[in-house]
């Protein structure tokens, strides 16, 4: 079989013979690759020109359901994944995290996007900023999508989830992608890429494959283009660095293997479950994926008192690891991706060699279930221990990408936080200790110099999802040696692929082209009561004033007795010297209740109910016999998804501003409700 890219709407078959592809396990070969005769700035442009325009006119809420959709359609797909994923020496629960692991991503951009990201093409970031003395010149930063493509360099450790974890962020914020997966794992990206087209879920020109090399596509890339890598920081630097990249400033996100590390704290004993727990995790960094991930656990450090119990607590449970076959039941470990990773983390190990011994593995003798040693990708698990950490430089600057990881004494926490950050910027490290304080120091210490930190006692390690698992919701990526990238991260993935621009004017100008109404912008009245409006009717900007409101005493009382609130301030005035009130002041939230009493029309209506309540302030107090009224002002309108049951209605953001007899504001909020749309 040979492997096809996807470009410029066509799958296409290289012109030339190319690289063979081999079964992990078996040795046979699974395909061949080859890029050779693509048109790399032809598949550049068509994503600028096709699926850059069609993305870029969507809304978020309208990308996340594609995403959604497109995490359906996968799910559904996934057997097929499956069943190619064990070629690349991947156990079950190995190509969990791949397959299912990735389609999850999708499924939680899909979410985020829908919650967290307004329903418009662009996103407004942070606040609005006054810039003048009367608020009639004011600034704010806007979020849109570039222009360009983003193109995501994968490794070959991860070939569904390396690809959706780049692809979901930067199709959200509406940006195409080309995908170039590492050649020694592409038959599953391609697998999973050919169900993606075949769904026509996303729009033509949103989504290509290159199998093979990249060719020249680097030199076609500019300004507007976004290049996400993961892989060696060696393989990073050499295209980050190149001449196009530089000269048209192009973003480049990297992403490279690092000498991660995991500590166990001092205050643990071999008795307590944090040293159980510690040791469950080594193995199981060694032994997932082969040990083949960026975030596996290289260094583990530990009390130098407890590092002869902790390498044969590790050793033992190695013992138990059965290799072999991934298809064969029991098999707990696979074979590397392939044979050239078999030289090179041999290699490796003899490096750090120089720096330490062998205290754990059977690279000799290693026995393989269901499979022949001899034609498959076979590393036997290795634990090293280096007794010398801060004079031997290669347990920190070499790192053997497969089931290896080096045990390193240490006499206090400040020497574990010295050897950890030796690691010169890692993605992800870890700490054992039921020490709360232990755990403050050793993250304070190590924070600088690590993307992310997982802390782990007996109390949350049953839920947590371990050392060498990123989730969408976080940040990946880390400093220095990790490639100083920073990949998902929830919403902040999605910025990466938009161009923050500061725009400055009126508050009308500004509220008009964001389509969010401002302070300081120009309000319109109606004759209709807002809550009388279906949601297609309400206007950005349309407006109630109420009528007024004097504030009694008796107010006070019922609302004390009602909610209970005996706050010395709406209760007894003889405690008010010196205090911040000059009388007897209302509750705060009765103002805001009375405020809704003002604004709200009784009547059933396309009001369908309250929705919450945002930026809640109550900026001044409210006396006896002040007068309060309110203006209320459409500031944001949200489609929500048809459901079931229930009338397609949105939501609507209303700014509620509350004056006294002064007109002086002494309380603000955003009060959210959900209207009904016109019956179709």
């Avoid at 920073?486 to 990466?496: D, Q």
């Avoid at 206007?539 to 007795?561: A, C, K, L, P």
Wanted: charged fraction near 25%; hydrophobic fraction near 40%.
């Amino acid at each position: 079989m040979k492997l096809k890219s996807y470009a410029e709407g066509h799958w296409v078959e290289g012109t030339e013979a190319g690289q063979n592809l081999y079964n992990a396990v078996t040795g046979e070969k699974v395909a061949e690759i080859s890029s050779k005769g693509l048109d790399f700035g032809g598949m550049l442009e068509y994503a600028r020109k096709q699926g850059n325009p069609a993305l870029r006119k969507m809304t978020f809420h309208e990308r996340a359901r594609l995403l959604k959709a497109l995490a359906n359609h996968l799910m559904s797909k996934k057997e097929i994944f499956y069943d190619l994923s064990w070629a690349t020496g991947a156990t079950k629960t190995d190509s969990w995290i791949d397959i299912e692991g990735g389609i999850g991503t999708l499924f939680t951009y899909a979410s985020k996007g829908r919650r967290e990201l307004p329903d418009t093409p662009f996103y407004l970031d942070g606040n609005l900023e006054p810039l003048s003395k009367n608020g009639t010149f004011v600034g704010h930063h806007i979020c849109v999508p570039l222009e360009g493509v983003a193109i995501h360099i994968n490794a070959f450790n991860f070939p569904c989830w390396g690809m959706l974890e780049k692809m979901a962020p930067s199709i959200l914020a509406g940006l195409p992608t080309i995908i170039k997966p590492a050649s020694l794992t592409a038959y599953l990206t391609e697998a999973m890429v050919r169900e993606i087209i075949d769904s026509k879920i996303l729009p033509e020109g949103a989504l290509q494959l290159i199998c093979g090399s990249a060719g020249d596509l680097l030199e076609h890339v500019n300004y507007q283009d976004v290049i996400t890598f993961t892989g060696s920081a060696t393989t990073g630097m050499k295209l980050k660095s190149s001449k196009n990249i530089l000269q048209n400033s192009v973003r480049f996100n990297m992403e490279a293997d690092s000498l991660n590390c995991s500590i166990l704290g001092p205050d643990v004993t071999p008795d307590m479950e944090e040293f159980d727990l510690y040791v469950k995790e080594i193995v199981r960094e060694m032994t997932v994926k082969a040990g083949q991930k960026c975030t596996s656990i290289r260094r583990a450090i530990v009390p130098e008192n407890l590092i002869e119990e902790v390498g044969k607590a590790i050793n033992n449970r190695l013992k138990k690891n059965i290799i072999g076959n991934p298809q064969t039941e029991g098999v707990r470990m696979g074979p590397l991706a392939g044979f050239d990773q078999v030289v090179e983390v041999g290699e490796r190990v003899a490096d750090l060699l120089r720096s330490g011994k062998i205290i754990s593995s059977s690279l000799e003798e290693l026995e393989v279930v269901g499979a022949d040693r001899s034609k498959g990708a076979f590393f036997a698990p290795t634990l090293l221990q280096c007794d010398n950490p801060f004079d031997c430089t290669e347990i920190h600057d070499i790192e053997a990408f497969g089931p290896v990881s080096t045990l390193i004494p240490y006499k206090n926490i400040d020497e574990a936080v010295q050897l950890a950050n030796m690691g010169k910027g890692s993605l992800v490290g870890s700490i054992f200790t039921s020490d709360d304080e232990v755990a403050r120091e050793l993250f304070f210490g190590t924070a600088t110099n690590h993307g992310r930190i997982m802390i782990i006692n007996k109390d949350c390690a049953k839920e947590s999802t371990g050392h060498g698992s990123p989730m969408p919701h976080l940040v990946h990526g880390g400093p220095g040696r990790a490639g100083g990238g920073e990949e998902l991260g929830g919403i902040r993935a999605v910025m990466h692929y938009m161009q923050r621009t500061a725009i400055q004017g009126s508050p009308t100008t500004i509220s008009h082209i964001s389509q969010q109404w401002m302070k300081g912008a120009k309000r319109h009245e109606d004759l209709i009561h807002p809550f009388r409006k279906h949601f297609e009717d309400l206007q950005i900007g349309e407006s109630y004033e109420t009528r007024g409101r004097t504030i009694t005493e008796t107010d006070i009382v019922n609302f004390t007795n009602v909610s209970w609130d005996t706050f010395y301030a709406h209760t007894d005035i003889t405690a008010l010297n010196g205090s911040l009130f000059e009388g007897r002041v209302a509750h705060g939230y009765f103002v805001l209740a009375a405020a809704a009493g003002l604004f709200v029309d009784g009547r059933r209506g396309p009001v369908m109910a309250n929705y919450g309540i945002d930026e809640l302030r109550f900026i001044k107090p409210v006396y006896v016999n002040d007068t309060i009224h309110v203006f209320l002002t459409v500031k944001e309108k949200t489609i929500k998804e048809p459901k079931e049951g229930i009338a397609d209605h949105g939501v609507v953001k209303w700014d509620v501003e509350v004056l006294n007899q002064h007109d002086e504001v002494v309380a603000n909020a955003t009060i959210l409700t959900l209207v009904a749309q016109k019956a179709k």
